[in-house]
């Protein structure tokens, strides 16, 4: 199995209004999302699902209602318009790594294996985890793992990697942590992995530039009364949706016309973000950490003098 969607039964009834509507997964995955959405339209509905992960064209959903669009969520707009579907009625979105993604060592996503240090989600372009452990200078593999991965000692870390390279390429997962073992704090070290893992895989992926990108165009590909259904899992993601939705932008400044009146684009279905229960955590690790945010798209009046 692809992994276990995480919130399902939440996710899909905030975003999935009505049965005949027009909606997107922009995280396609093992398709759990998109057949249970499937599920709840009817004959005139459909269903669009990006994923530029290759190994998730494996799980393509074979439905005259369903659309598979290989391409990054950031791509969303172009695709929708290609297509003639834009506005939509729903947009959901699961971030982050899948469980089998995760699980699958020459993905390289994990500090679990020794195997190739690569992190991309689409392995057909970009530059690779190795890339960046091997030809960022000690400054800027600080501030990385500092800003995505919230890493306090980065510096002591980003210096280790450039004298070890200097002497034999970083090309495997287990070289890696090989050359940050020495500094890795005492009783925390697969917690600090998971975060120096964290920080390369998101700069290989360019994920908060994408996240940014996508969540702008939702503003215009929904239509009035559309609903946002995010699950977001790294506080830097989840920051960022929050803001979003609750402002407008992902700077969380909300803006008000002369009158007061926020000028906000969306209307919280939740003022705070739902979590798994303690039995779905359970039965699937990957939901301990998952935040889901949904919003509904407004008209945002303004107010003349």
Do not use: W
Not at 164 to 182: H, N, W, Y
């Amino acid at each position: 199995m692809y992994h276990v969607p995480v919130l399902l039964n939440e996710t899909v009834s905030g975003a999935v209004t009505r049965p005949d509507g027009v909606y997107v997964d922009v995280t396609y995955g093992g398709g759990g999302h998109s057949q249970e959405m499937l599920n709840r339209l009817n004959e005139e509905g459909k269903l669009f699902g990006f994923d530029q992960d290759e190994d998730a064209q494996n799980n393509i959903i074979h439905d005259p209602r369903f659309q598979f669009i290989p391409y990054n969520f950031k791509y969303l707009k172009k695709f929708l318009q290609f297509y003639k579907a834009y506005p939509v009625d729903g947009i959901l979105a699961d971030l982050g790594v899948s469980s089998y993604q995760f699980d699958t060592p020459e993905r390289g996503f994990s500090h679990r294996f020794d195997d190739r240090l690569d992190m991309r989600m689409n392995r057909s372009r970009g530059v690779s985890a190795a890339d960046v452990v091997n030809t960022y200078a000690a400054q800027k593999l600080a501030k990385m793992f500092y800003l995505y991965g919230e890493v306090n000692n980065g510096y002591k870390l980003a210096t280790l990697i450039e004298k070890a390279r200097e002497i034999k390429s970083i090309d495997t997962t287990g070289q890696l942590c090989e050359v940050l073992a020495p500094a890795l704090p005492f009783g925390k070290e697969n917690k600090t992995l998971s975060q120096v893992f964290q920080a390369i895989r998101i700069e290989v992926n360019e994920e908060m530039e994408a996240l940014q990108s996508f969540l702008e165009q939702t503003v215009d590909a929904l239509k009035p009364g559309g609903r946002i259904a995010v699950i977001s899992y790294h506080s830097l993601e989840d920051r960022m949706v929050k803001n979003f939705l609750k402002t407008g932008n992902v700077e969380g400044k909300l803006e008000k016309d002369f009158f007061g009146n926020p000028l906000t684009p969306f209307k919280l279905i939740a003022r705070k973000a739902i979590t798994p229960s303690a039995e779905e955590i359970a039965i699937n690790s990957r939901a301990r950490s998952a935040k889901l945010r949904i919003a509904e798209k407004i008209e945002v009046v303004k107010h003349e003098i």
